[in-house]
């Protein structure tokens, strides 16, 4: 069974930092572009960034470039979101996605004071 | 960036109903579209890769067809499940961006 599961949300400051982790199971890892997919709460979903099957290219939205970084452990199976500079505009689900087909059930990032 | 309209944005229709959704590209995106459906409090689910490939499990009354710039999610007979909102997506060029979504209600 295909599994991603999102670790790491939770409230933090403005300003503030946090690093988002997703575990993949079930499919070869290694083979797949990896993408973080948001959605603020009640609205749509925002696309935000990916990297490709060795790690070696990655792209972002403008709204996160330079604060964002995408990257990932093929030998652990595990994708990483590191947030810095965080915002209360990036108060949002953060999903992983494998490919845009494959996804995971999420994990809330709170920025608030 | 691409632009992609999504109409309408909601609708209500009955079981049985035979329901359209139409996404709109801001410039061609070739086939390279993809529809998602998603319930109140849950991930997304993908239904349908290159304009009109079916995600494996997905019920055959999912289809999509389209290229270029107009695309469509078309459900032959809607089933209790299928109340959700779907999005549209383009992966043709970055960013990657989605349609605002339509929300398919029971009438």
């Known amino acids: 069974e295909v599994q991603l599961v999102e670790s790491g949300g939770g409230l933090v400051q403005p300003g503030g930092s946090l690093r988002l982790s997703c575990a993949a199971s079930?499919?070869?890892?290694?083979?797949?572009?990896m993408d973080w997919v948001r959605q603020a709460p009640g609205k749509g979903l925002e696309w935000v960034t990916n990297?490709?099957?060795?790690?070696?290219?990655?792209y972002h939205v403008d709204s996160v470039k330079g604060r964002f970084t995408i990257f990932r452990d093929n030998a652990e199976n595990l994708l990483y979101l590191q947030m810095n500079s965080l915002r209360a505009e990036d108060t949002a689900v953060y999903y992983c996605?494998?490919?845009?087909?494959?996804w995971g059930r999420g994990t809330l990032v709170t920025v608030s004071s | 960036d691409i632009q992609m309209t999504q109409s309408p944005s909601s609708l209500s229709a009955s079981v049985g109903d035979r329901v359209t959704i139409t996404c709109r590209a801001s410039?061609?995106?070739?086939?390279?579209l993809s529809w998602l459906q998603q319930t109140p409090g849950k991930a997304p689910k993908g239904l349908i890769y290159?304009?009109?490939n079916l995600q494996s499990g997905v019920p055959s009354r999912f289809s999509g067809s389209g290229s270029g710039t107009e695309f469509t999610l078309t459900i032959s007979s809607l089933q209790p499940e299928d109340f959700a909102t779907y999005y549209c997506?383009?992966?043709?060029?970055?960013?990657?961006?989605f349609g605002q979504g339509t929300k398919v209600e029971i009438k």
């Open positions: 996605s494998g490919s845009l087909d494959l």
């Open positions: 079930g499919f070869t890892f290694r083979n797949y572009w």
């Open positions: 990297i490709n099957q060795d790690g070696s290219e990655t």
């Open positions: 410039q061609g995106i070739r086939n390279d």
């Open positions: 290159g304009t009109s």
């Open positions: 997506l383009q992966y043709n060029s970055y960013p990657r961006t």
